[in-house]
Each structure stands twice: as C-alpha cells, then as structure tokens.
C-alpha cells in the first residue's frame, strides 16, 4: 500500500507492543435470486502509540472473524510517523 511513496518507513510489528481500536462495523448485504446475504466489513487501527501505526479492513460472514482478520491486515500495513514530542508535525 506504501510502497510507492519515498518517505515511509516501513515498520515490522515484531517486539512493539500493539494496541488495536476497531473504527467501525458496516453491514453489507448482497442480493441474489434466493434471498439476501448477510456479509461484514470492518476497519481497525494498530498502533503502539508512539509514532508507529497501520490500518487494515477486512470482511466476512460474521463481525468477529471480520474483526480478526482487519486486525492481521493492519498488522502488516504498519507505517512510522515523525512526531514532535506528542504531536503531528505540519
């Protein structure tokens, strides 16, 4: 997803410690000629709250496993952000 900007660095999620916040739950439903299905979608930020974070989103039949896998997903997005003592640099 970064991997064509020049000033990311690139982070591993090996030895930090993550904390996750879920963003939101939507509910997607698609039609077909027998009914309607039911389907998840959810968006999680990680982050160990010290400048490295990733977001991810992932989708599935239940909220749980939607949850999960959205978790594994930003996990592997994670990107570090210069920081000025505690705030956003702009």
Known sequence: MYQDYKNVELVK?????LKDRLVGVQRVTKV????RTFGFSAIVVVGD???VVGQ???KSKDVASAI??????AKKNLVRIPL???TLPH
Request: without cysteine.
């Open 32 to 35: 077909t000629k027998g009914g």
């Open 84 to 86: 000025n003592k505690t």
């Open 56 to 58: 991810g989103l992932g």
């Open 49 to 51: 709250e010290n400048g």
């Open 13 to 17: 999620p090996g030895g930090l410690d």
């Open 68 to 73: 999960a896998k959205a978790i594994e997903d």
